[in-house]
């Protein structure tokens, strides 16, 4: 696989993206990414990552009840806990999401946001029985 060159815009969305999701996380999709998927690696990694996630009017915290707000009202379960995960290192709190999440029973209806919450219960009993292990 070739390496591209990369623009101001992709370093930056990187590096928003590692700080994030996390090195590792990010490391394990870079490993896997194909030449199949390499032009969409570079359009999230550029558009989300520094296009939106790197602008400064809002934080990384409020941006993560967003997304994960979002993520819910669309049922996108994996993207979902994939975030939740990363509140870790937005700061955004349980409380947080589950404030996201009542927004959602209202907006996009109980049945997005009843599956959020099992998805967001079951992501921070995973991640709690991690931190139990450290």
């Known amino acids: 696989m070739s390496k591209p060159q990369h623009g ?4 930056e969305g990187m590096a928003t993206r590692r700080s994030v999701l996390g090195d590792a996380h990010v490391d394990r999709a870079e490993v896997a990414k194909t030449e199949f998927d390499i032009p969409f690696q570079e359009l999230i990694t550029e558009a989300a990552w520094s296009h939106v996630w790197s602008r400064p009017n809002i934080t990384k915290r409020e941006r993560s009840m967003i ?6 009202a669309l049922k996108q379960d994996e993207e979902v806990a994939m975030h939740i995960r990363a509140s870790v290192n937005t700061g955004a709190t349980r409380d947080d999401i589950r404030e996201a999440l009542l927004h959602v029973a209202i907006y996009a209806g109980v049945p997005a946001a009843n599956h959020a919450m099992k998805i967001a219960r079951k992501t921070f009993d995973e991640m709690d029985a991690q931190a139990g292990k450290s």
Request: charged share 20%; net charge neutral; no cysteine.
């Open 8 to 11: 101001d815009r992709y370093v």
């Open 67 to 72: 997304t994960i707000a979002l993520l819910a």
